[in-house]
């Protein structure tokens, strides 16, 4: 067993980390200030190839596994979470269901937009009314000649106003259930495509967050995807990879905390001595280095199985909960540690605190993510 990433994914892993802190951690703390999209920086990335990790080299992206976008994320979210965020998301579904489902060409159409960062990509699954319980999606697509049209609102969608492609999932035939939800493209800019305002948020505020709402918005028949009723098993066979994704941006959130706590602590006297001297501050220390290692070895793990073809669906819910959580206990320490500079802005750990807060929440709560570890468990035992 090696648990050694392989020599060229440590070179890529070296050179991102460079890039991140060369290019992404000066505008880090100003963007969270002052929230914008970061088209300029993540125009940089897109060059890097991180925007189209797992996209192949022929359609423009990098041609690698869900083992290297899990690596290279965590070193981006060390950084920034914002970028992790759009990173994570334009990589995820818009991507991954284009190469496994989409047309030839609907693949050349999209796809080196894509995985070059000259487009973003966006993911409308969620629905004002319909979170956790996606098969209840109300959005309704309606038949016409010559393709759809498309009536709903969608709700907290990363990138939303701003990436210039949304699949869009929508009910062709209300009365089947999760079998009648069907998978859309729509290109920003269609007539009856509208944005509400950003969302105000805790934390990953350069991750713009919107409503995305559809009325009467015409989609030509060749921009769905698959086939009639297919959108939500595709979809959903899809969000282990997008939970893996979220789960390596939890750890590099949790990691750049940790990493302040640490050189804080040893930089931070009292009483004639560092701070990390102190059983109290030692011992919590020693539990954020581990938590931080357990929830990189679930992640990189279910990344692992993934690039081997198999099923993940436990793995990556399990990474993305204990990641997550991991995350949002991490920070808090790393503010305890601060003591009252932590609850300051002039250090980045309150910022970390805000942005891990919301890792428990997207991709699948952590109750769904116990509902789908307990189901896994079921069938693997009930045999």
Known sequence: MDFALPEDLQDLQRAVRAFAQRELAPHAAELDRHPRFPWPTLRKMG?????GVMTPEAHGGLGLGQLALAVLLEEVAAVDASHAVIASVTNGLPQSLLLEHGSDAQKERWLEKLATGAWIGAFCLTEPQ?????????????????GYVLDGTKAWITSGGEAQLYLVLAKTDPAAGARGVSAFFVEKGADGMSFGPPERKLGQHAAITTSVRFDGAFVPEDQRLGSEGQGFVMAMGSLDGGRIGIAALAVGVARAAFEAAVRYAGERHAFGQAIREYQGVSFKLADMATRLEAARLLVHKAAWLKDRGYRVTMEASMAKLFASEAAVAITDAAVQVFGGYGYSAEYPVERYLRDARVTTLYE???EIQRIVIERQLRREFDR
């Open 364 to 366: 699948g709560t952590s």
């Open 130 to 146: 319909a979170g956790s319980d996606a098969a209840a999606l109300t959005t309704r697509a309606t038949r016409v000649d010559g």
């Open 47 to 51: 060059d890097m190839g991180l925007l």
